[in-house]
């Protein structure tokens, strides 16, 4: 398909993808749902916020997906109501499954981010992970998380690409494209089908069209600056995990899944796990944001 031009388009492709990528979607990124997976997304959080872990009462979250986030943040105790958005019924319906799973109760609405369908200052908290890449309109998103959130209410996103990360990404991954052929051989994995991973073969077409973004730490800042909030801060995570997750995951990619064995499933999770200490312990908060290839914002509305 031709690539999508206007914002119109691009909301529709992202949709439509989402949708069709939701039943396989926790499989795929390795979605964990016990205490290994809530300390993944508390640090995360922790570390956009320069600190400390505080309560929330009434939360929102941007591009929930299946809801990794919210569920997980609402099991910690640490939102009291969760209201989780995306613009993918696939992926709403997803989200609610896991929440009916886990015993949970959340709020669930379709829509998009830059016409978000709630009352003026409603919410303590406004998150989301891994979505801002994917709006066309990111001012009129950031005018939108301003206006729902309380005075003193928290804006935090994690996980979007910055820019030179991304292309230093773009090594390990080449790297194991090429090596891929000989690591089949030596595991005995068949190759895999396009789209095995994310809803067949139309729906893997569309993959590469549903990122619009990559990020410089100060054009977020300037964003999140434009649109009224005060202390802004862009950290940067993940540089050894992010190389090593990449290789591994772009080698998974070229097999048929249920010929990856658990060996290497488990070398891959625990070899990620210790890089992401040596991240956290070494390197993040050393070196500049923009090395890393995940960016963290918070921000604050001014009381």
């Not at 205490?35 to 640090?43: E, I, K, N, W």
């Not at 015993?103 to 016409?115: F, H, R």
């Not at 908060?285 to 960016?295: C, E």
Request: aromatic share 8%; charged share 20%.
């Amino acid at each position: 398909m031709a690539a999508p031009e206007t914002p119109d388009e691009i909301r529709d492709v992202n949709a439509r993808y989402h949708t069709g990528a939701a039943s396989a979607y926790d499989a795929k990124w390795g979605i964990d749902w016990g205490m290994v997976g809530r300390d993944q997304v508390l640090t995360k959080i922790e570390k956009a916020l320069g600190g400390p872990l505080p309560h929330f009462g009434r939360s929102l979250e941007i591009g929930a997906g299946t809801g990794y986030f919210s569920l997980h943040m609402l099991m910690a105790g640490v939102i009291d109501d969760a209201t989780c958005t995306d613009i993918s019924p696939g992926m709403i319906e997803a989200l609610q499954g896991n929440a009916d799973q886990l015993g949970l109760d959340v709020t669930t609405q379709v829509c998009d981010a830059e016409a978000l369908p709630f009352e003026d200052e409603s919410f303590d908290l406004v998150l989301g992970h891994a979505v801002l890449h994917h709006i066309p309109d990111l001012n009129q998103a950031f005018a939108e998380f301003f206006r729902v959130l309380k005075p003193g209410g928290v804006l935090v996103f994690a996980g979007e690409p910055s820019r030179n990360g991304d292309r230093l990404a773009q090594l390990p991954k080449r790297a194991a494209t090429t090596a891929a052929p000989i690591w089949r051989a030596a595991l005995r994995a068949s190759p895999s089908t396009v789209g095995d991973s994310d809803g067949g073969v139309h729906n893997h077409d569309l993959e590469q069209h549903v990122d619009v973004h990559a990020f410089v730490p100060s054009e977020l800042e300037e964003i999140t600056d434009g649109a009224g909030f005060e202390d802004v801060h862009v950290r940067g995570e993940e540089l050894l995990a992010n190389w090593f997750g990449w290789t591994n995951r772009a080698l998974e990619a070229t097999a048929a899944p249920e010929d990856v064995p658990m060996f290497w499933r488990q070398y891959a999770f625990r070899g990620y796990l210790a890089l992401q200490k040596v991240d956290r312990g070494l390197l993040e908060g050393r070196l500049p944001a923009t090395i890393f290839y995940n960016l963290l914002l918070s921000a604050r509305r001014p009381a």
